[in-house]
């Protein structure tokens, strides 16, 4: 009987475990695919990213260029001006 008990005891304590490590693993497993869908978030943020750096540098480009047309437009504007005041 007290050989009995003391298997009994023994496989709860097993069951126990077990239990435990199924729960351990769950959590594991979940952490996993939430760690593979920030991977692929990351990814598409760094994709998104150079995709704005891109647009980012068009920007600066046609801003120089603009510049550049608005000051030569001025001069000329000036030029104009200056030849019709008389000087």
Known sequence: MVD???LNDAFDRFDAAL???EGALAKKQAVASEAEAL??????I????DLVRSKATELV???K???GK???AMSRIRAVL???SGG
């Open 70 to 72: 608005i000051d030569a």
């Open 65 to 67: 260029s603009a510049v």
């Open 46 to 49: 760094a994709s998104e990213l």
């Open 4 to 6: 009995t008990q003391k």
């Open 61 to 63: 480009t046609t801003n």
């Open 39 to 44: 991977r692929g978030d990351r990814a598409k």
């Open 19 to 21: 239990k435990t490590f």
């Open 82 to 84: 200056h030849s019709n």
